[in-house]
């Protein structure tokens, strides 16, 4: 079988809904804390798919988190060789970063569901035009060369962009909606909730009312990608 690897950066903060297209498409998933021991020595062009999942963490927080630096060196590697890579929210970002781009806070946090704007029509993100899916981030990133932008939001401009067919960074998290790790995300960041506007009572809600959708329309989002890969 072909192997998938998941690096996660915390520990609630997983594949979730996108493990099911992943397997469906035929890869053997396995899954590394960056935490673990092996992890500093671990290979990350042997996988033949790479996925990076977020985490509270910034880009800039190398001293506190000194992995970093060390997943970055790797993961440039990888992208030089246009290995199979999916990043979402801090994955994407290292993404974009390991590409050349500016990564930085933002000017708003951006947590809750609401759709994003897809700009290209025929991508895998047609399934989640128009959808609510989970936004949780306050860190944005400036577009790497050569790099094709898939979506906006009405907060940040930069909300998914590829490279060619093997590389595919979303900064949204379409994989959330009927985990229930969602519970961790509340009780991790309540500063994030308050400062977007909402309670955790106004969250609950709205993960109930489109949930369900976005890992629909997440998991049509991840199939599609993954059978156009080179």
């Not at 594949?15 to 673990?36: F, K, L, S, T």
Request: one cysteine or more; proline letters at 7%.
């Amino acid at each position: 079988m072909k192997s998938a690897l998941i690096i996660r950066h915390v520990p609630y903060e997983g594949v979730a809904g996108y493990r099911q297209p992943i397997e469906h498409a035929g890869y053997d998933v396995d899954r590394i804390d960056v935490c673990d021991p092996a992890f500093p020595s671990l290979d990350l062009c042997e996988p033949d798919l790479l996925i990076m999942m977020g985490g509270p963490m910034g880009i800039y927080d190398q001293i506190e988190h000194p992995w970093i630096r060390c997943q970055m060196r790797r993961l440039a590697l990888r992208l030089a060789a246009d290995r199979p890579t999916l990043g979402v929210c801090f994955g994407a970002q290292m993404i974009a970063a390991a590409l050349g781009a500016d990564v930085y806070r933002g000017h708003a946090r951006e947590v809750g569901f609401h759709p994003v704007q897809v700009h290209v029509a025929d991508s895998p993100l047609r399934h989640v035009a128009g959808v609510p899916v989970l936004h949780w981030h306050g860190d944005t990133f400036t577009l790497p060369p050569h790099a094709e932008l898939l979506a906006s939001s009405h907060v940040y401009p930069h909300q998914a962009f590829r490279r060619g067919r093997n590389l595919l960074a979303l900064q949204f998290h379409a994989e959330m909606g009927e985990d229930p790790r969602f519970d961790a995300w509340l009780a991790q960041s309540p500063n994030d909730v308050a400062a977007a506007g909402h309670t955790q009572a106004t969250l609950r809600r709205a993960h109930d009312a489109h949930g369900p959708g976005a890992v629909q329309a997440g998991r049509a989002m991840i199939g599609e990608w993954l059978a156009g890969l080179a």
